[in-house]
C-alpha cells in the first residue's frame, strides 16, 4: 500500500487565485513528520514547509499554509495568490519516527503538477 | 554561498561501464542521501549515510555503491551492475537532531544517460 498518496497528477490554477495540493499518508507511528518540496524544471528539490505530528498549529511559510487533518490522515499544501513562478511539480514526503530518532529516511509521494495560467 | 554541488550536470555512458557521480556539501551537515528519480515518478533512496565512514542501503541499493571519507563527500558509483541506469540522481543533506525539521537540502542533480 502507498505510505503517500498524491491524487491528483495535473492541476490548474489562475494567477492571483489560491490552489489546494493533496496528500494523504499512512503511518501507524505516532510520531512523523511532513514535508512540501518544489521542484522546478531545473530539477533541484526545494523544500517549502514542514508539519510535525504533534504540532498543535498548522505550519504556515508565506505564501504556503499546510492544511493539516490528522484524522484524515491528510497534509494538504495550499499556495495562496499563485504566481506564474509557482508552475513546478509538488511532492509531499514523510519522514516516520521522532526528529531526534535514527529514522533519516523520507517517503516520497509521485507528485502533483502544477501550471499556472496568466 | 552554502549549498550542495552536484557534478557533472549531465553525464553520458557507454553500456558496460562505472560512473562515479559527484556531491559535495559546504553545509556541515552529519548526514548525506543518493535518490534516483525517473520520469513521472517519486524520488527513491538508494543509499544514505549519517557519519563519516558508515552508510546505508535505502530502497534500490543493487548495482550502486558509496563512501562517506569525508564530512562534506558522499560520491555514488553506478556499476555495470545496475540493469537501467538511465535516470536524474539528486544528492541531499541534512542536519540530525532534534532541533531542526530535519528537511533535506538537495543539489542541482545529475542527468545520467546511458548509451
Known amino acids: 500500500a502507498q505510505k503517500i498518496t498524491q491524487t491528483q497528477p495535473g492541476m490548474f490554477v489562475q494567477e492571483k487565485e489560491a490552489v489546494t495540493l493533496d496528500c494523504t499518508y499512512d503511518t501507524s507511528d505516532p510520531s512523523y513528520g511532513l514535508f512540501w518540496y518544489k521542484q522546478p524544471s531545473s530539477g533541484e528539490m526545494i523544500f517549502l514547509i514542514y508539519?510535525?505530528?504533534?504540532d498543535q498549529q498548522n505550519a504556515t511559510e508565506g505564501r504556503y499554509s499546510l492544511n493539516f487533518q490528522k484524522a484524515r490522515k491528510s497534509a494538504n499544501l495550499v499556495i495562496s495568490a499563485s504566481q506564474l513562478g509557482d508552475s513546478a511539480m509538488y511532492f509531499c514526503a514523510m519522514r516516520e519516527g521522532p526528529r531526534a530518532g535514527n529514522n533519516r529516511k523520507l517517503i516520497w509521494g509521485l507528485g502533483t503538477s502544477l501550471a499556472v495560467n496568466p | 554561498d552554502g549549498g550542495i554541488t552536484q557534478s557533472p550536470k549531465y553525464l553520458f555512458r557507454k553500456e558496460g561501464q562505472n560512473v562515479t557521480l559527484s556531491c559535495e556539501q559546504n553545509?556541515?551537515?552529519?548526514?548525506m542521501y543518493w535518490y534516483r528519480q525517473d520520469p513521472g515518478q517519486g524520488l527513491r533512496l538508494i543509499y544514505y549515510s549519517q557519519i563519516v565512514n558508515d552508510f546505508q542501503k535505502g530502497d534500490i541499493a543493487e548495482g550502486y555503491s558509496v563512501s562517506r571519507e569525508k564530512k562534506e563527500s558522499f560520491p555514488l558509483t553506478v556499476t555495470s551492475a545496475q540493469k537501467n541506469p538511465t535516470a536524474f540522481y539528486l544528492c541531499?543533506?541534512?542536519?540530525?537532531?532534534?532541533?531542526?525539521?530535519?528537511?533535506?537540502?538537495f543539489g542541482p542533480g545529475t542527468r545520467l544517460t546511458v548509451l
Open positions: 508539519q510535525g505530528s504533534y
Open positions: 553545509l556541515n551537515h552529519d548526514a
Open positions: 541531499a543533506s541534512s542536519i540530525v537532531g532534534a532541533s531542526s525539521y530535519n528537511e533535506q537540502f
